[in-house]
């Protein structure tokens, strides 16, 4: 942990209700872990945890969320920026919908370029529908202060989560909070983890099944305190490597270059990524591109992945501990998004109607769209990236799949409606 802000809500975030007396203990025996009671235990408290957890919430559904991370770390980590109209509404149904309605740039396109090159998809003209760009940090942000609003337990800094008895109806997990052992005692256990968390490999082996590719780079990302290059999100197929301009907000931009894995973001100085960066791009829009120091610099790898079945007994995978998409297509946190509606909705029928079919299909329901999300985005990653073992033959059916879709009209609608967000 660390001092300052994650201190005092360390102090916040200590249980509060449903904690089970203590017996009173003699000197020597072994020391029992205290014990916390819930409904619904989430693992993870990012965006997938915490948007479960204020939509569980709002159906008079008790949950407690266990995150590894500070408060701090969480909303350092610099992610996602394009929200799908689905995950808006859920913030809405959340209730933390004010400000992304505000403050989200609304945008109707996007510019794909090639060759020194540009056309424009046009979201309105073909799905009558926009992106709102606002970034994962301030959904996060969001869902926090409703979460201290209503005095929402989380533990902050657990240790040595383990899940158990997932296959019975009284399902608990075991931590470490602060050096004390705990138990969570529960009814159903959310695995909001992400990709390295716990809750997947809770899945038996001989049940699990895992489909992965991995992608031979990563993606070099830079945040600036300067105005972004265009109103719009430009994806660049460029010889030396692919692009993306994206933004925050007005006066807030984040760029993206292909890079290779060995490569460190440390290794990169600011003008390094500015110089490469112009390269990259059409001239229109490198002579314009307003360079300045970065606020942050990292570099993520790309996967595809997808577990299969996401459920098992009492736990439920949702978002990244689930399913990986390489952020081409601006996927990740949307399709987390769609889980999180699945499950908030299987778990609401169970409550108020005994109904056990929805929370039964939760997988088989998040898996249909899943997979189709993770076609675009590997499509999308095909499409504008340069691959190391990439021919010249395949080079020319990536320059003949970029003139189609300037041409026509069905593969630009096609390519918007994923874009968009696909329905749920
Ligand atoms: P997260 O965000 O990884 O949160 C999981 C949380 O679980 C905690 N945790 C544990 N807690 C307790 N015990 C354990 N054993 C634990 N192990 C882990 C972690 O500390 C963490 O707080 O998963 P979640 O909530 O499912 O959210 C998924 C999204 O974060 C992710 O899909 C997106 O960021 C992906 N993504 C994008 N998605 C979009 O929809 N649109 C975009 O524009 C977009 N851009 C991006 C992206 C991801 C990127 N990177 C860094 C891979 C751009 C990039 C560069
Ligand atoms: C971002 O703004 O971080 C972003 C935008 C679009 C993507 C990926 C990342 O496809």
Known sequence: MTGGADERASAREAPKTKTRAQPERQPCEPVAPMKVLTQVAIIGGGPSGLLLSQLLHNAGIDTVILERQSRVHVLSRIRAGVLEQGLVALMEEAGVGDRVRTEGLLHDGTILAYDNDQFRIDFSAHVDQPVVVYGQTEVTRDLYASLDARAGRIFHGVEDVTLHDLDSDAPFVAFSHEGQEKRLDCEFVAGCDGFHGVSRKAIPPSVRREYEKVYPFGWLGLLSETPPVHEELIYANSERGFALCSMRSPTLSRYYVQCNLDETAESWSDDAFWDELRRRLPDAYSECLQTGPSVEKSIAPLRSFVCEPMQWGRLFLCGDAAHIVPPTGAKGLNSAASDVHYLNQGLRAWYSEGDREAIARYSERA????????????????????????????????????????????????????YVGLPY
Do not use: C, G, I
């Not at 990439?390 to 020319?396: A, G, H, R, T």
């Not at 059916?397 to 026509?408: G, I, K, N, T, V």
């Open 367 to 418: 898996l249909a769209r899943v997979w189709k999300v993770e076609r675009f985005s590997w499509w999308m990653t095909s499409l504008l990236h340069r691959f190391p073992d990439q021919s010249e033959f395949d080079l020319k059916m990536q320059r003949a799949e970029l003139a189609f879709l300037r041409e026509d009209s069905a593969a630009q609608e096609a390519l918007a409606r994923n």
